[in-house]
Structure formats: C-alpha cells, structure tokens
C-alpha cells in the first residue's frame, strides 16, 4: 500500500488549502484515513479522521470548524480542506491509512505534504 499526499503550499494567514492524499494497492476493506501534522520542535498531532463505510468524522479541537475531510471512496483518495488557515497551523502534514487485516493502528503513512501560513 502507498499513500501519496498533494497539495501543500504557502498560503496568508485566512487562506484556503486543500490536501489530497490517494491510496493505491492493497486497500480493500480501508477501516479509516487520517490526517496528522508535525510542526518544527514539536510532536506528531492528530488532525482529522474518517471512518471509511460509515463516512463518520473526528476532528482535533484546534481545527474543529475550520477544516473539513472528505474521501471519495472510487478514487481512494482522502481529502483535508483547510479554512482560515493560522500561522500556527504550519506543519508537514501527513496522510495514514489504517488497512485490514487488523483495525486499530495506522498501518500506512504518506510521505508528508508542507503548509506554511504566513501572518
């Protein structure tokens, strides 16, 4: 399984971005996808989920409202698009699926997209 991750940018602060992110190889049966972020000096965080039959969406608090993820389940692709975007929401972001056999643990990672938002 690959993941790839599109669509990272520079963008002023209040902008919009949109990341894609497209699973290809053995993905039948995907549990979810993800969305996680990773800003210089700091930890991996959690950002956004979504559960990939029901459609169900997580968000972290600090997105909550202002960013949204979406899938297109023909294409296998995940979808983050980001909305008044804030300086401190630059990171590298990356994409991760959680795949059969065993659901829990995100089993597969993107290669990481950058977003800078400028003030």
């Known amino acids: 399984v690959q993941l790839q991750a599109f669509g990272g940018g520079l963008v002023q602060a209040g902008g919009s971005l949109r990341l894609s992110c497209e699973a290809s190889g053995r993905t039948y049966g995907t549990y979810k996808m993800g969305w996680f972020r990773q800003a210089p000096g700091k930890e991996r965080e959690f950002v956004a989920r979504?559960?990939?039959?029901?459609?169900?969406?997580y968000y972290a608090n600090s997105v909550k409202g202002r960013f949204a993820i979406s899938r297109d389940n023909a294409k296998n692709t995940v979808y983050l698009q980001m909305d008044s975007l804030k300086p401190e929401d630059t990171a590298v972001y990356y994409c991760a699926a959680d795949i059969p056999p065993v659901e829990g643990l995100y089993d597969y990672w993107g290669q990481g997209t950058q977003v800078t938002v400028s003030s």
């Open positions: 979504i559960n990939w039959s029901s459609g169900m969406t």
